[in-house]
């Protein structure tokens, strides 16, 4: 009998997806909710793989893997980034309560924490939200029409978990008060990572390049 791999994969992208975001939501821990949202994210990348490897392959669908791929590095680790920052300085704790009033607090973390946040969510014009339109632009390419659809449909939960944690930080009143002191280094890092995430939403060409080149030529190299 023969295995049939894209529904196999496809099936493991929506396991994904439905876990990883009905578990982000029950979150109050803001470490884990970004651990949790992590596995949505691979969900979207085993999508842009069944649209990859349906029918004699889909470039999109490629693009579309190595966009995620490279931006999603920026953003995930320029989240953690600012938390691991304001955590050493105890700034913050654990919890989503704890960056009540973050805004206040350290108004440049609370900007930076917002523009990774609406990219990680899909937000336009952000790097996020290019990346899942090329995977499920690839879906519709391949006639995965349902797959398009119920990756579009969890964007919802991604957003009310994402907004979860805007909110504490910009609109709710601070607890305690203090200030967030960042190192030249530490700025210069975050400063890379947030215009990355910026600059490859509003002009994403040659990021598309790189990344599905950087796909392409191991592929290439083994076939030699």
């Known amino acids: 009998m023969r295995v049939n791999w894209i529904e196999i994969i496809a099936g493991v992208a929506v396991a994904s997806l439905t876990l990883g975001n009905f578990a982000a939501i029950t979150q109050t821990n803001v470490k884990r909710l970004l651990a949790y949202s992590s596995i949505s994210h691979v969900g979207y990348l085993l999508l842009g793989l069944v649209a990859t490897l349906s029918g004699d392959g889909n470039e999109t669908g490629l693009k579309g893997i190595g966009f995620y791929l490279f931006v999603y590095a920026f953003m995930t680790i320029g989240a953690f980034a600012v938390l691991i920052v304001l955590r050493r300085q105890g700034l913050i704790g654990d919890e989503l309560d704890d960056l009540d009033g973050l805004i206040d607090r350290s108004p440049a973390s609370a900007i930076v924490l917002l523009i990774f946040m609406l990219s990680l969510a899909g937000i336009p014009p952000l790097a996020g939200f290019v990346g899942k339109y090329y995977i499920l632009l690839s879906l519709i390419e391949t006639q995965h029409y349902y797959l ?77």
């Open 148 to 224: 398009a659809l119920l990756g579009a449909l969890y964007i919802v939960p991604a957003l009310y978990y994402y907004f979860r944690i805007v909110m504490h930080a910009w609109l709710r009143q601070p607890e305690k008060l203090g200030r967030a002191t960042v190192t030249p280094g530490q700025s210069v890092a975050l400063a890379v990572m947030c215009f990355v995430t910026l600059v490859a939403g509003i002009y994403p060409e040659p990021f598309i390049r790189m990344a599905t080149y950087s796909l392409t030529l191991p592929a290439a190299l083994f076939a030699r």
